[in-house]
């Protein structure tokens, strides 16, 4: 028995090749401190790998997903309510180094912390609801504000650092290229009253 194909049935689906995504950055000189952070853990645990460069250092903020195809509607809308938010910049502190789970071998290894956090958590709220509002679908997953310093074979566990501050000073809507390690930011939102973006170490 001849067994027909029809035509188009066995095309693999879109490959996903663009992420947006909103993200907070450390100013640049908060930004080469956590990647001196993160050299001194990759010296002292074995095993660890991916280390980021000073430029792509973040907190992801809210991702709009993953795409095959640039999703023109989708960031016309996103950017529409970024540009709708008024808020002032703000302090944010990070005092607690963990892993997070992941892939096996393959587990973040982050900069977080607690209440040093509590304003960026609720700029978190007001960006998701203007996405929201923005006719855009929002998720209602937790959010565990952190920066990715590297990633380790295992977790470690969680311990406390020097607390490292920086002054949000506006927040940024990134393109990341999948599988090419590349950012290209595609628009910048400054905050109202945005002073010193200067680290201090509290």
């Given at each position: 028995m001849i067994q027909l194909t029809l035509p188009g049935l066995d095309v693999p689906p879109p490959v996903a090749e663009h992420r947006f995504f909103f993200a907070a950055m450390?100013?640049?000189?908060?930004?080469?401190?956590?990647?001196?952070?993160?050299?001194?853990?990759?010296?002292?645990?074995?095993?660890?790998?991916?280390?980021?460069?000073?430029?792509?250092?973040?907190?992801?903020?809210?991702?709009?997903?993953?795409?095959?195809?640039?999703?023109?509607?989708?960031?016309?809308?996103?950017?529409?309510?970024?540009?709708?938010?008024?808020?002032?910049?703000?302090?944010?502190?990070?005092?607690?180094?963990?892993?997070?789970?992941?892939?096996?071998?393959?587990?973040?290894?982050?900069?977080?912390?607690?209440?040093?956090?509590?304003?960026?958590v609720a700029f978190r709220q007001r960006l998701r609801g203007a996405l929201g509002e923005a006719g855009l679908r929002v998720s209602r997953a937790r959010f565990t504000p952190h920066v990715t310093l590297l990633y380790g074979q295992r977790r470690l566990g969680r311990y406390r650092i020097e607390p490292i501050s920086w002054i949000v000073s506006e927040f940024v809507l990134i393109h990341s290229w999948l599988g090419r390690t590349h950012y290209d930011i595609v628009e910048r939102w400054p905050l109202a009253g945005a002073g010193s973006s200067r680290s201090s170490p509290d």
């Open positions: 450390p100013d640049p000189d908060t930004a080469v401190r956590l990647v001196g952070i993160a050299q001194r853990l990759h010296g002292e645990n074995a095993g660890t790998r991916g280390l980021l460069h000073a430029g792509r250092l973040h907190v992801t903020l809210y991702s709009l997903g993953d795409f095959a195809r640039l999703p023109g509607a989708t960031l016309a809308r996103a950017c529409a309510a970024a540009r709708r938010i008024d808020a002032r910049s703000f302090r944010v502190t990070f005092d607690q180094l963990v892993s997070f789970n992941g892939r096996p071998g393959h587990c973040p290894l982050v900069l977080t912390g607690d209440a040093g956090l509590d304003q960026l």
